[in-house]
């Protein structure tokens, strides 16, 4: 057993490299801690690799990838990554146990340290890597954000403008509303971030951060820097996004994969760039399939990133980690966007993505909501002499710690559900067992040896349709093996038996009319010629359905 952390308490790096260091050597039989790689400000991006490594080869088990915090701001991630490794290192019964049997984890719960670490230590707000250092991410004329009260948060700055498109909430005068486009007379504002203006010329503006998007760097309909914001020049510069997609494709075992972000409330599936009607075969039905378990567990929608998550289809996503693996590898990917303030709090929104604008009952109601777990979830006005713009206000919603992140109180009861959702991803995994053994005489004192060999996953050997096309999926390979003395009379020592049907291909009744089922047990034949007490061992072998081995003497 492994000790528990305290889940309701955020993860700076320094915690969380003591914890996983202490994990690994609490329980040395079923983790390893593996450092991948290291970021801009030489930080490691850790891995665990879990498993039970008394039961069965580690590198021949079915192994299933989770990461988080690939995004700076997005930090509760981390806790339920790291819930999810505590509950299988700490697992002495149930679907946990059995898991930990049989497949291995990588759980990587910090894909952007220094990005982290800049938004815990010094309320940064952005979701870049640590390629700058914070207040040298926009080095360019125009503002970047800097806290210049020096109050520990980076906040809002209002400031009275005739022009101002805000106005103070008959509601509460804490709270901003959107003026009315016909609205003439009154106060108005502009409601600007917290920082100051490089080569300030009395104008307002806004180029977005260099900073590194890990999550725009991926192979995968990568678009570069002047598509869409920190692409970077070319797919995999970062260090960190390199050691990433290194670390995966060097462990093709690795059969799915889950992405922790945060604040939309949803499971959001590919495709990022383009619509369904790209899905192969009945690779959609998968996704909703697998996606519904979760809607059960969390009460979070399906989307597609496409139809639901992205408003101007001229500007979509590209070089997201779930569509690269999904896209080019073949495995079905997630990514949950934990917490969604605007539903926690009962406050209606247009589609999946969370606005941060809102009405002054609704901005009161979001304010009565936090105040049951937050001292100061909203940062009072102050007046404050801003060295280039002159008299301001500074304040406005703690916003790293109430939109992006759920309050703390809330992280551990979140991360149950989710762990057990990328638990349930996990067993669907195709698995490999060679069910029995025959031998029968033939002519001549030979024997004919057949394995039947059985897929008792829920997904197909080959995982995808997608994986077929893009001719990612190797087949089960079959191989009989003795250290006794014996002759192989018909049938190759290796066989190829190409792929084993999962139960996902079989979800009605069979009809003449239905979709055809292929096979999810196959049987492979061998003439020997042994002495009575030969001993053989055959060996099943896929690389995301695992390796299946079962001695047989004649």
């Not at 990461?67 to 002495?92: D, F, K, P, R």
């Amino acid at each position: 057993m492994v000790h528990k952390p305290e889940f309701n308490q955020f993860f700076d790096f320094e915690r969380l490299t003591i914890t996983l260091e202490q994990w690994a050597r609490e329980a040395p039989s079923r983790c390893d801690l593996i450092t991948i790689g290291k970021s801009h400000q030489n930080r490691e991006v850790y891995a665990l690799e879990i498993t039970n490594k008394e039961v069965g080869e580690v590198s021949k088990k079915p192994g299933y990838y989770v990461e988080a915090c690939i995004h700076a701001e997005e930090v509760m991630g981390t806790n339920v990554a790291m819930y999810i490794a505590w509950q299988l290192l700490s697992s002495s019964e149930g679907l946990a146990k059995h898991l930990l049997d049989e497949q291995v984890f990588y759980i990587l719960p910090r894909v952007n340290p220094d990005g982290a670490e800049f938004v815990i230590k010094q309320g940064q707000p952005w979701c870049g890597n640590g390629r700058y250092l914070p207040g040298e991410e926009q080095p360019d004329a125009g503002f970047y954000w800097h806290d210049i009260d020096n109050n520990g948060v980076v906040g809002q700055m209002r400031i009275k403008d005739s022009a101002g498109e805000w106005k103070i909430s008959k509601e509460d005068p804490r709270f901003m509303e959107l003026r009315e486009p016909w609205e003439k007379e009154g106060e108005f504002y502009r409601l600007l971030p917290e920082g100051l203006f490089r080569d300030f010329d009395g104008e307002f503006e806004f180029p977005k951060p260099k900073d590194g998007n890990l999550n725009r760097q991926f192979p995968s309909s990568y678009h570069p820097e002047g598509r869409q914001y920190g692409a970077g020049n070319y797919a995999l510069e970062e260090p960190e996004a390199k050691a990433v997609a290194d670390f995966i494709l060097q462990r093709p075992n690795i059969g799915g994969a889950m992405s922790y972000h945060t604040c939309a409330g949803a499971i959001l599936r590919p495709f990022g760039d383009k619509g369904d009607d790209n899905f192969l075969g009945d690779d959609l039905k998968i996704y909703e399939t697998l996606g519904k378990m979760g809607t059960d567990l969390t009460g979070y929608p399906l989307i597609s990133v496409y139809h639901g998550f992205t408003p101007d289809k001229n500007t979509v996503r590209g070089g997201c980690l779930d569509d690269w693996t999904y896209e080019h590898l073949g495995m079905p990917s997630f990514v949950t966007e934990l917490w969604n303030l605007n539903k926690a709090a009962g406050v209606g929104q247009e589609g999946f993505y969370p606005s941060e604008v809102r009405s002054g009952k609704d901005e009161l109601k979001v304010y009565e909501y936090l105040k049951k777990y937050m001292e100061k979830p909203f940062i009072e006005w102050k007046t404050f002499n801003h060295p280039q713009i002159g008299e301001v206000e500074i304040g406005g919603w703690d916003r790293i710690w109430v939109f992006r992140n759920c309050p703390p109180q809330l992280l551990e009861e979140t991360a149950k559900s989710h762990s057990e959702f990328t638990l349930r991803l996990a067993a669907t995994l195709p698995q490999l067992n060679i069910r029995d053994i025959k031998a029968e005489p033939v002519e001549g004192g030979l024997i004919r040896l057949t394995a039947s060999v059985a897929n008792e996953g829920y997904l197909s050997t080959y995982l995808t349709e997608q994986a077929k096309f893009m001719k990612v999926d190797s087949p089960v390979k079959v191989k009989i093996l003795s250290e006794d003395n014996y002759v192989l009379v018909e049938g190759k020592q290796e066989q190829n038996i190409g792929h084993l049907a999962g139960r996902s291909e079989r979800v009605a009744p069979w009809s003449q009319w239905g979709k055809k089922w292929n096979k999810s047990i196959k049987k492979v034949h061998w003439i020997v010629k042994g002495e009575i007490g030969t001993k053989f061992t055959i060996v099943a072998e896929n690389d995301k359905g695992g390796i299946a081995v079962k001695d047989y003497e004649i």
